[in-house]
């Protein structure tokens, strides 16, 4: 089993609004990761968790919040969002920090698509 | 400077052309290379890994320059199916990725 879901498909949230994205493999990865992208931008990292552990922050703003209760979950708390940050936030994982290539390979879930009115 | 750095195209070509893609990094300590590819509206999904002796998977060709801090795809005999972005993709720092801004092939039958 090669896949990384994600819940939901489809976000529409106000800028009081608080939402939780959701990201879930079995692949038995230890680095999980959210990315954001916007349209024909490529996608820009935003945390990744190692071991469970947040081992980068690539200076995201505070009403980001992620979280990883367990090795196979990974969530991305949102509140007081702007408009600007409408944009399809991606989950992905590899297998981990053990070194070499194939462990960087990363597999990618299909996306939160996130509006913000 | 950007971290990564891509021809953005689009990249017209017709079925059966070979067509390549070239990507340069700034950081020599880079660590890892990755092609992938991304349809519109979808995820990007990893077409190969780009290892440092080069490495062939179909009709696809990956190679890395280290000396001159670049990677290569070449695709033989283009098909239809091939349009898509292409996504160069560098690590550092351990698990730190930073992916160009993407090269569209379009293939015309």
């Known amino acids: 089993d090669t896949e990384v879901t994600q819940t939901p498909k489809h976000l529409v949230m106000g800028m009081t609004n608080k939402k939780s994205l959701k990201c879930e493999q079995h692949?038995?990865?230890?680095?999980m990761y959210w990315y954001k992208q916007k349209a024909k931008k490529p996608p820009e990292l935003m945390f990744v968790?190692?071991?469970?552990?947040?081992?980068i922050n690539e200076s995201v703003p505070s009403r980001f919040s992620p979280e990883c209760p367990n090795s196979s979950l990974l969530n991305l708390h949102l509140h007081a969002l702007q408009p600007e940050d409408s944009a399809l936030y991606l989950c992905a994982s590899s297998q981990g920090l053990a070194g070499g290539q194939r462990y960087n390979e990363q597999f990618f879930g299909p996306g939160t698509r996130l509006t913000v009115l | 400077r950007k971290e990564v750095e891509q021809d953005p195209g689009p990249f017209n070509v017709p079925e059966g052309a070979t067509v390549a893609f070239n990507c340069t990094y700034s950081n020599s300590a880079s660590q890892s290379f990755f092609w992938y590819r991304q349809d519109c509206r979808k995820e990007p999904k990893l077409l190969m890994s780009?290892?440092?002796s080069g490495n062939e998977d179909g009709r696809f060709t990956a190679q890395l320059n280290r000396a001159s801090q670049y990677i290569s795809l070449l695709i033989r005999d283009s098909k239809l199916s091939d349009s898509a972005t292409y996504l160069c993709v560098v690590e550092y720092n351990f698990n730190k990725f930073y992916f160009g801004s993407g090269t569209k092939l379009n293939v015309k039958p």
């Open positions: 968790y190692s071991y469970e552990k947040l081992s």
């Open positions: 780009v290892y440092s």
């Open positions: 692949m038995g990865h230890r680095a």
